[in-house]
């Protein structure tokens, strides 16, 4: 552990075995350490494996999601994402094998096999998600087995989806267990022929408080239908779908690369990166969706689109930038993508950003990063609590903006908090999300509460005094 609290020129890790996770913008040579497992006693802000797969299969809203698994697990996972449905609200409820210590000595397989029974007798749902966790993965459980009988057996969809925690100590391995579970399901059958159309699949989309209703309605003004959005608000009949567009757009990179680049393999669908997160990044989305059509009618549809709406929210966010101009904000998100959304619309209302970090981003992503943060910025992967209140402290954060498990160190170091995580239920994409992000942003960095509860600084007067 290092004794210093001081900042060198290379950001000090709390662990010394952290030290090539944490870099300075503008300062380190090297490039960051990251996309590997968590380190071993680090206390780790990222999720396990089985929560990974979780957010993104979670809300195709009219399967069954069956977590082989003590009851824990379900329980922590129970409607983990904050999306929004427009058909069956199946994907609510969440079930379990309920595994027991007998489970554990004997076996659980039979027991899944009756649970798949159950279920289909009670909810005949067109597919299954079958989660292996931890405890099922340690005593080698074969749910690959036992889903391919329980199909055969009810000619419906069963799943595997192979999210053992001990596979790996980061989150991202889930993300690809998902994706492989996503592939098997929209596979076409033998001898089907996939006919291709006009519309575009939003890849990384989770319809977080009906996010993704909202570009719905901004690519229908322009003249262009979502086909299915993997996975907000997704049935597996639309799903199943998904070969026969023209295009997908990726948003959560992180998750859906891997899906984007199998789908352009396997179907010869192009896909591009999009991010709806802020005003410049809503509006040059769409602006690379319209160039992708080359139509003169979507252009000047999106043309006449953005223009509109950049207007009307132009005040507002003038606004909110007259009380926030100067303030210091850090941001650790679990993806690379949102976060660089939010630097970029942190600057746009006159912010400085002095510690920025994920918990799955690449290198490239972090070189993104670098790029458009100032000299001196903590750029951290994979951080641990202890060296998110270091520098918290040390940088004199005046908010931050991050997930359900960074609300509570910030509250209680007296500084505001932004909530960004994945059960939100506030719509922050887009241009009218853009206006209620530098609301709350504007609320929680300027209420005069945190005057009264401002941390110390060692050596000095209370944190942001």
């Not at 079958?130 to 459980?141: F, L, P």
């Not at 991010?275 to 602006?287: I, R």
Request: proline fraction near 3%; aromatic fraction near 8%.
């Amino acid at each position: 552990m290092e004794e210093s609290c001081t900042l060198s020129p290379a950001a000090t890790a709390c662990i010394a075995e952290r030290q090539d996770s944490i870099l300075t913008a503008g300062k380190s040579r090297s490039r960051i350490h990251c996309t590997t497992d968590s380190l071993a006693g680090s206390v780790s802000q990222r999720a396990c494996v089985f929560c990974g797969a979780r957010v993104v299969l979670n809300p195709v809203t009219d399967a069954v999601h069956l977590v082989h698994g003590p009851i824990g697990c379900a329980t922590y996972t129970m409607d983990i994402r904050g999306s929004l449905s427009s058909g069956s609200e199946l994907f609510r409820t969440s079930f379990s094998t309920d595994m027991k210590e007998k489970d554990v000595i004997f076996g659980g397989e039979k027991k899944l096999a009756a649970c798949i029974d159950e279920v289909v007798e009670k909810y005949h749902p067109p597919a299954i998600f079958v989660y292996a966790t931890c405890v099922s993965g340690m005593i080698g459980d074969d749910i690959v087995a036992v889903c391919k009988a329980a199909s055969a057996r009810h000619h419906t969809e069963v799943i595997p989806v192979e999210s053992s925690g001990f596979i790996s100590g980061n989150k991202v391995v889930g993300y690809r267990a998902a994706a492989e579970a996503l592939l098997k399901l929209i596979r076409p059958k033998e001898g089907e022929i996939i006919e291709k159309n006009r519309k575009v699949n939003f890849l990384g989309e989770y319809n977080l408080a009906g996010e993704m209703w909202l570009a719905r309605r901004y690519l229908a003004e322009m003249g262009i239908e979502i086909n299915v959005a993997f996975t907000g608000d997704s049935s597996v009949a639309a799903l199943k779908k998904a070969p026969s567009s023209c295009l997908n757009l990726v948003q959560c990179t992180g998750s859906m690369h891997w899906v984007a680049t199998n789908l352009e393999r396997t179907f010869g669908t192009p896909y591009m990166d999009v991010n709806f997160f802020g005003p410049e990044n809503t509006a040059e989305s769409l602006k690379k969706i319209a160039a992708f059509y080359d139509d003169p009618t979507i252009t000047e549809r999106t043309e006449a689109l953005i223009a509109r709406e950049m207007a009307r929210i132009r005040p507002e966010i003038e606004k909110y930038r007259n009380k926030l101009r100067g303030k210091r904000a850090a941001i650790y998100l679990g993806g690379a993508y949102k976060a660089i959304a939010i630097i970029r619309q942190l600057r746009g209302l006159g912010m400085e950003i002095v510690l920025s970090g994920t918990q799955t981003g690449n290198v490239d992503e972090y070189e993104s990063m670098s790029r458009i943060l100032s000299e001196g910025t903590i750029i951290i992967d994979d951080a641990n609590p202890a060296e998110l209140e270091k520098f918290l402290l040390e940088k004199h954060v005046d908010v931050m903006i991050g997930g359900v498990k960074e609300r509570f160190l910030a509250y209680k170091l007296g500084i505001g908090f932004v909530d960004h995580n994945h059960d939100r239920k506030d719509g922050l994409a887009g241009f009218d999300g853009a206006v209620r992000f530098a609301r709350e942003v504007c609320l929680t960095t300027c209420s005069p509460v945190w005057k009264s509860l401002r941390t110390p600084v060692p050596g000095g007067s209370a944190h942001g005094q």
